[in-house]
């Protein structure tokens, strides 16, 4: 591959129809994806208009849960790409006069949709749609549940250090249990051949039939131990029952990233986290803004060049 040539798709094309988990995606479609994400990157650092191969086609992002970098990264993406996106302004729109979220969605496509981004905790609501919309299905976020076009982000964001995820030792390290990013990390990675490791306090984790092959650590010391990549997350209150809450007193001074807690990761470990940060809650400021360690704005780049990939080879195909 030259610098400029993009990846070949798959000898057998791109068949996946939807992307509302990981898991809707093939280890040769999601290797083509990282690859074509790569690809646009160099667009988007060399400052070159991308190809627009989205022309005509119609993206709406339509978010029923707050966002800021993926509903604005999938913006941008489409944009780059040529396509017409429309947000939609969930909290001025029908949905306060009474019309479910489906209506609403089946109205959207009505208008020519190609493409839907959809962010909504419903669970079930993104396969409901997929089944009702003639039109590709992209899952922005689904309750606490699936989060793939960030773990494909991440995983883009890992690569660009390591080159490959194969045998990395990964901590995600917080709320896990109300983390969509963790689960779909830990499905992406481990996909990838990393070691992933939850790592938090025992009341913050999956119910325990849950990701039951990922390794859970309840301390930093055994948590970071040997990793590569720590990745933080934020305490998700608003999906936490009372009883949760408890866990996260005294969050900070027990599992709390600093360049002093890094010291137990390897030597030149990276941190990570999804966005939004709270410093001095789950991580401290100086570590967040080191450049030397830390890849959060590298992930909110390649969040434009990722989803530029997933909306290329999703709608290419349809
Ligand atoms: C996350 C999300 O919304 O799931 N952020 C993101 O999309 N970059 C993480 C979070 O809300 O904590």
Not at 86 to 95: E, G
Not at 158 to 167: E, G, P
């Amino acid at each position: 591959m030259t610098k400029c040539s993009p990846p070949s798709p798959p000898a057998d094309g791109i068949t996946a129809r939807r992307l509302i988990s990981i898991d809707d995606l093939s280890d040769v479609e999601i290797g083509y994806i990282l690859d074509l994400a790569e690809h646009y990157a160099g667009f988007l650092k060399r400052s070159e208009p991308a190809p627009q191969c989205l022309a005509g086609r119609t993206q709406i992002n339509l978010f029923f849960e707050d966002s800021t970098r993926t509903n604005l990264s999938f913006d941008l993406a489409g944009r780059k790409l040529g396509a017409d996106v429309v947000n939609v302004p969930v909290s001025a729109s029908s949905v306060h006069k009474g019309e479910s979220l489906i209506d609403t969605a089946q109205t959207l496509a009505a208008m020519g949709a190609d493409v839907m981004i959809v962010r909504a905790k419903e669970q079930g609501l993104h396969e409901r749609l997929d089944q009702l919309l003639d039109c590709v299905v992209i899952n922005g976020g689904a309750g606490a549940l699936e989060h793939p076009t960030q773990a494909l982000l991440d995983a883009v964001t890992i690569r660009s250090k390591f080159k490959t995820l194969r045998a990395l030792t990964i901590a995600i390290c917080g709320d896990v249990q109300h983390s969509r990013v963790a689960g779909s990390d830990a499905r992406l990675f481990t996909r990838l051949g990393a070691n992933v490791r939850f790592v938090g306090p025992a009341g913050l984790m999956p119910e325990s039939n849950q990701f039951t092959d990922i390794e859970r650590c309840t301390t930093l010391k055994d948590g970071l131990a040997g990793a590569d990549i720590v990745m933080g997350l934020r305490m998700q209150f608003e999906r936490m029952q009372s009883g949760d809450k408890d866990a996260t007193q005294g969050y900070f001074e027990t599992f709390g990233l600093t360049h002093e807690t890094m010291k137990r990761a390897k030597p030149g470990a990276f941190v990570m986290h999804p966005g939004p940060m709270n410093r001095g809650v789950e991580i401290d400021g100086a570590l967040a803004d080191d450049p030397a360690r830390s890849l959060i704005l590298q992930q909110v780049f390649y969040g434009v060049a990722t989803r530029m990939a997933v909306l290329d080879a999703l709608l290419g195909a349809a």
